[in-house]
């Protein structure tokens, strides 16, 4: 009995000393490959106004991903994720019809992200934008 | 352990899996007065598949473009999150990996395993030891900074002694006159690629070797046959009834020096990390500017010490390709059946006179 207690407590504390070793392999290695948060880009990004005509939009980086500025012909700007909400393809601006257009399974938003047909499942996520002196502050 | 206990049972009903653990395992016999060294083998396997792991993790972000390169290896070293624990511990464990090399070349010389009928265990050993003074030297241009820059220039400039082809081989090894970009390139698809796999084949082939002739007897210890009494006529598998099981006495003994291994690497990675860097390796390489007193790694200095002594470059190399050879065909040259290197004086003094004159040249090289 007393030799079934000891190999049992030695055998709890391999196990642990294991436990810890593959840790603290696993942890550096984990952190080593995890993309950076800080390389998610800047938080706030500006842009002169002159830069976005009535109806035309603007693709930028914006927080590691893909973001669209759309100036709508009654003039308001709006800041959107442009990472369709389907299957995560990037929305084209169709100057013409003044939508979004997804290409990769015929998805349509208006300027202001709102699904018009097709099959995304939400409107594209609105980014918080502001107007003021000139410049267009996204962020 | 219930469980542990049923899979195991799962498997062997499947694979036959107590017939694999009892036969190269449990019921594999190694000599009752094997040593310590003999696990050394177990140790470099060790430390060549930490190469290939932390070689892999260094190339999710290494550049190897001339332009890029210095910069990354900066960024994994500054900038992500232990990359330098992981490019310390491939730089550490490359100098180690020669190290242990070395001490397992040692022993099984001092220890004559390398007689016959092991011969093919010690050419390919000594092919690996080779091909892993190559992967270090292809690696070391890798972070393209001053040191590795230049060493690397001195290193492929030494073949330019051969005569008739040896400009020609230079300019071939650099893929240029001079180390650079196409010099990278090769260097790191030999590092990377072909290398490794050459390897990897031969410690299988050196493994298969060991596996097919079994397990050498030390040539130590009361009532040991010290002789070798194998016969050329027919091929035959040294067992050794009654010896000592794999697993778990050997098993023990290979986990114990793989320990002390780590203790040893581990405490130059901690509390040494710049041991192996001199401070050139941390400026950029510089085709214009040559740096004062460019030295190759430690396991070179004998080499490159003795390209110096000598009045010709020529000679140089013929010393060192005949001294390789010597070694490479020791086990053809050196036929006596007696193993016990202290009945055998000359062997005993050849041997320690040799380690003695290669620490020695090492040392002069250092300093000079």
Redesign the interface.
Known sequence: MENDGRRKFLGVCLAGASAAAAAAVVYPVFRYLAPRSDQQGSNKIEFAESDLPAGEAKFFEYAGSSAVLVKTSAGAVVALSAVCTHLGCIVQWEKDKQDFLCPCHAGRYTPDGTVVSGPPPRPLAKIPVSVANGKITVG | MALIKRLYNWLDLRIGAKEIVEQELTGYLLPKNINEWYSLGSVLLVIFTLQVVTGL?LL?YYVPDAEKAFKSVTYIMNE????W??RLCHAVGSNMMVAVLIMHMLSTLFMKSYKSPRELNWLTGFMLFTLVQGISLTGYLLPWSQLSFWATTVATNSAAAIPVVGPYLVEFLRGSKLVGPATLGRFFALHVGVIPAVIAGLIGAHLFCLKRTGISTPPFGANTETGTHWSPEHYRYESHPGGIPFFPNYALQDLTSISVYFAVFLAVVFFAPNLLFTPDAFVPANAFQTPAHIKPEWYFLANYQTLKIFPSELLGLSVQAAAMTFLALLPFIDRSPERNPFKRPLFLACFFGGFLLWVGLSVWGHYS
């Open positions: 993790l999710v992500l999150p232990y990359g624990l992981i």
